[in-house]
């Protein structure tokens, strides 16, 4: 268990602001609502068959778990900065675009990015996603093989950004 605690967390700095943001919000607003929630529903009294109680109570549970979880990532994360970022190789922070050559679909740009930030609709990927790891400390014109469960695709790197 002590891993999972000191794993190292990837984020830029957008990314780091972002869960500072949330864990804020969770203990100064998120906290406050369910001891409201829950001294009101003390309030309706017997609490063997109050809804509102075991609701309000796993809702707790759930906020107090949220607040651990995020300050251990805060605790842990490695900001990903600008200036280590090349523009010769893929890394973590950076913009790349690639084609699946297997499919001979339209190129694809997406940003490398840590776990959790990774947001497949803003074309934010993980560094761990079958994809982001492939290509990973490759350069342009590389070609690679990523397996998904699809089956196996030959990616080209047409850009690095």
Do not use: C, H, W
Not at 57 to 62: I, R, S
Not at 116 to 135: D, L, M, Q, R
């Amino acid at each position: 268990m002590a891993d999972d605690n000191s794993k190292e967390v990837l984020v830029t700095k957008a990314g780091l602001d972002k869960l500072k943001t949330e864990l804020k919000e969770f203990q100064e607003v998120r906290r406050k609502e369910v001891a409201q929630r829950l001294k009101e529903a003390i309030a309706y009294g017997d609490l063997s068959e109050n809804s509102e109680y075991e609701e309000a109570k796993n809702e707790q549970a759930f906020v107090e778990g949220r607040i651990v979880e995020l300050e251990q990532m805060i605790a842990n994360a490695k900001i990903i900065t600008d200036d280590k970022r090349g523009e010769d190789t893929v890394q973590i922070g950076t913009t790349v675009t690639v084609q699946n050559i297997t499919e001979n679909d339209e190129p694809e740009t997406y940003t490398i990015v840590g776990s959790t930030e990774a947001n497949p609709v803003e074309s934010k990927i993980s560094n761990e996603s079958p994809i982001g790891s492939a290509i990973l400390g490759k350069a342009k014109n590389d070609m690679v093989k990523v397996k998904v469960p699809a089956g196996v695709f030959e990616y080209k790197i047409l850009k690095i950004k």
